[in-house]
């Protein structure tokens, strides 16, 4: 089996090896065992259901949530000789019935469907008279009831373990911790499945956190180094969607908006040409991105905090998915953390999920407010031991400074006790700073003992104070009163002086070095480079699709650096198969002879 694997692996996709435990998993469900995998964005889960789809016999059905990107790995299936094929709601009927007749007539090896439509009765019933060779649950934690993803049509495909026990079943996903496994592996009847959970690392991207103080200087300030790149910003709201967009339309960026509110023509066109071509910045609330398979992003860019570290790891995964060097930056301040402290005491659900949902936005927000190595605590979270400091995020490359804020937040604290727990960040640092106006006054606060008591500190600096005790606990926000701030138990000892408190300095934005060129080139082979990508550019805008469905940029760099004697030697580079080598391989096997030296002869 493993051998077969192997040789569909050479021959179909182009590649001599697996990567980590692709091989078990693969050969496990090809030999009719059900599989919970986790795998981090660009692991490599595609091929986990793919292949074994290829070594059994029947058809592959592939659930997925992502209607508007099921023709784009079809499209990619198709170049590598493979049969798939999609049945969905955007297809016309005779297109349906196409499908349909094959499948009945076993001229398909893959078929990607919607959950939706899997579910309804005749679809049950035209795959319970074929041969099914297995079913592979795409964004499995999708089915997780209160998951950042979620999505109520998956909570019927536990159907499939009754209807179709002697078909094996994957469950995939790129983010779940513990929790989110378990319940998985219950609502979709997985609870005997073997596990395979990969490493959460993706060692080629760099985390970089920093608090918002000019949010726009900031957002120009991490672009600028990134003209020409592929990039996704995310923004809370539409509405920010659209003013970042034109705004950054404005400062000379190919700038598209992406959010749930555009019509649906529209937003289909801004997610084709993101994925068709290069140096598209996409602005975007969360509705972009799950199964976005451009592997080319560089950055990704949230403009405020997202609502866990699940969907955070899962919006970061987007980057750098060609394994090549990618940034992920992100900006956050005291309105976001009321904010998501707001939602989640006001949110639907019962006790338990709150406070579950609590635990996870604390974990967030002890991440970013950390001193110490981002990626180690990044994987504990997720149950992973890292070998020690990665060298590679903002607080490795430049330590933050400390400052011994003991005093400040006992100040602090005395003074939301004073004003009777009822106002919010603004109105005490006003007290704080002794600003005499009409609200201070209509409340009698200017005869507070805490009125003026620290004027010395910056309006920022208090901010950045308050937004860290909110972080540690030791504050807290009113549910449903606006912002209001109230003490918690936790902070106790400071008031007491029991115990001293060092912070993180904000010293705004951080200038890190760039990244180390992935593949140094002379100028001939930069030359050959260039060439090969307009080839590439060429083929797909006449095929209608994105570059990297013909080639990957791994692929072409292998071109650069092999350089070819003869055209079936293109086999021996990653990613060139037998259905691509027919199809493209004669086009750039001539853009590499047309860059070759020419040789002069003796007497010329």
Not at 191 to 208: E, G, M, V, W
Not at 257 to 264: D, F
Not at 396 to 404: S, V, Y
Not at 419 to 442: C, E, M, P, S, T
Request: net charge positive.
């Amino acid at each position: 089996m493993l051998q077969r694997a192997h040789q569909i692996l050479r021959d179909v996709y182009g590649f001599d090896e697996f990567r980590g435990p692709q091989a078990d998993i693969i050969v496990g469900v090809a030999r009719g065992e059900d599989a919970l995998v986790l795998m981090p964005t660009g692991g490599g889960k595609s091929l986990c259901y793919q292949l074994p789809a290829l070594l059994r016999e029947g058809v592959g059905i592939v659930v997925s949530p992502l209607i508007a990107l099921m023709q784009d790995q079809v499209d990619a299936l198709v170049r590598l000789g493979v049969r798939a094929a999609c049945l969905n709601s955007t297809l016309e009927p005779e297109a349906q019935r196409e499908v349909e007749r094959q499948l009945r007539d076993g001229e398909l090896d893959l078929l990607y469907i919607a959950p939706e439509r899997l579910l309804q009765s005749r679809t049950l019933t035209l795959l319970e008279g074929l041969t099914v060779a297995l079913f592979a649950i795409d964004e499995a934690h999708c089915v997780a009831q209160w998951g950042h993803d979620f999505r109520r049509d998956y909570l019927g495909l536990e159907v499939l373990a009754r209807r179709f026990p002697a078909v094996p079943r994957i469950a995939l996903t790129a983010t779940a911790e513990a929790a989110t496994r378990e319940e998985i592996a219950q609502r979709l009847k997985l609870t005997h499945a073997r596990r395979f959970i990969s490493s959460f690392d993706r060692p080629n991207l760099r985390y970089l956190v920093e608090p918002r103080q000019n949010g726009r200087r900031q957002l120009l300030s991490f672009l600028a180094r990134r003209r020409g790149q592929s990039g996704i910003i995310y923004c809370l709201s539409r509405n920010n969607v659209e003013r970042t967009a034109e705004w950054l339309q404005q400062q000379g960026w190919n700038a598209l908006p992406y959010h749930a509110g555009l019509e649906a023509r529209l937003r289909a066109h801004h997610q084709r040409r993101f994925l068709a071509e290069e140096g598209i910045v996409m602005v975007a609330t969360i509705a972009f991105g799950m199964g976005i398979d451009k592997p080319d992003v560089r950055f990704v860019v949230h403009t405020a905090l997202p609502r866990s570290m699940e969907a955070y790891y899962q919006e970061t995964g987007r980057a750098g998915r060609d394994g090549a060097p990618a940034d992920v930056w992100m900006t956050y301040g005291l309105s976001d953390v009321v904010r998501l402290r707001e939602m989640v005491a006001s949110g639907e659900g019962n006790d338990e999920f709150k406070q579950r949902e609590r635990q996870r936005l604390e974990a967030l927000l002890g991440w970013c407010e950390l001193t110490s190595c981002r990626r180690t605590a990044l994987l504990a979270y997720f149950g992973e031991q890292a070998p020690g400091p990665c060298g590679n995020c903002d607080n490795c490359l430049k330590p933050p400074r400390t400052w011994d804020a003991t005093e400040a937040a006992r100040k602090l604290l005395s003074c939301v006790y004073r004003v009777g727990q009822r106002f919010g960040a603004g109105h005490i640092i006003d007290v704080l700073r002794g600003r005499d106006h009409d609200k201070i006054r209509q409340h009698g606060h200017q005869r507070l003992s805490t009125f003026g008591i620290g004027r010395e500190v910056s309006a920022n600096q208090w901010q950045s104070l308050i937004r860290q005790l909110l972080a540690r606990g030791e504050l807290a926000v009113e549910p449903g009163h606006y912002g209001t701030l109230r003490l918690t138990e936790a902070s106790r000892p400071l008031l007491r002086g029991t115990t001293r408190l060092a912070l993180r300095v904000d010293e705004g934005e951080t200038v890190l070095p760039q990244h180390r060129e992935r593949l140094p080139m002379n100028d001939r082979e930069r030359a050959l480079w260039e060439a090969l990508r307009r080839c590439r550019l060429e083929l797909a805008e006449a095929e209608g699709m994105p570059p990297y469905v013909i080639f990957h940029d791994r692929t072409l760099q292998a071109m650069v650096k092999l350089k070819p004697d003869r055209l079936e030697d293109l086999l021996q580079l990653p990613g060139v198969g037998q259905a691509k080598l027919g199809r493209y391989g004669r086009a750039f096997f001539d853009v590499i002879e047309q860059h070759q030296p020419t040789e002069i002869g003796e007497g010329g």
